[in-house]
């Protein structure tokens, strides 16, 4: 299932979760898209994900390059249309995390603790440029 937008731009559930498009989410549920399909090969772009090939909306959001305040909407939406938050959509979470505010916005949203994440984005920083200097990798429960 895809929806089209004003622009003309097709997007599938798991395209439109990773990108941010709310609105798109919005259509693809109303249009009755399940909200824990895995990604077919339709899909314009390649997944990597714990998942495998073919994640589920939720990872798409957990991978995205950068989070916007549209993310965490998203991911809530989702959830309330009974998205699965499992073990492998939180290890895309913490491999993929910057700790930026938005970041940090999707991390709650997928139930991880608030006062956990800032306080790893207050001892380790937010990494708010990856093309500059590059992913720092945040693991949780790490003491240092």
Excluded at 71 to 86: F, P, S
Aim: hydrophobic content about 40%; aromatic content about 6%.
């Amino acid at each position: 299932m895809r929806w089209t937008d004003g622009a003309g731009e097709s997007w599938s559930l798991h395209e439109a979760a990773y990108a941010g498009r709310l609105d798109a989410v919005t259509a693809l549920l109303e249009l009755g898209a399940d909200p824990n399909a895995n990604a077919g090969d339709d899909d314009r772009w390649e997944w990597i994900s714990a998942a495998g090939e073919h994640p589920r909306p939720l990872h798409c959001v957990a991978i995205a390059w950068e989070h916007r305040p549209e993310h965490a909407e998203i991911v809530k939406l989702l959830r309330a249309r009974g998205a699965t938050v499992d073990e492998t959509v939180l290890q895309d979470y913490w491999i993929e995390t910057t700790l930026t505010e938005h970041a940090i916005a999707v991390g709650a949203a997928l139930g991880e603790d608030e006062a956990d994440l800032r306080a790893l984005q207050q001892k380790h920083g937010a990494v708010e440029d990856r093309h500059e200097g590059g992913k720092v990798l945040f693991v949780k429960g790490e003491d240092d």
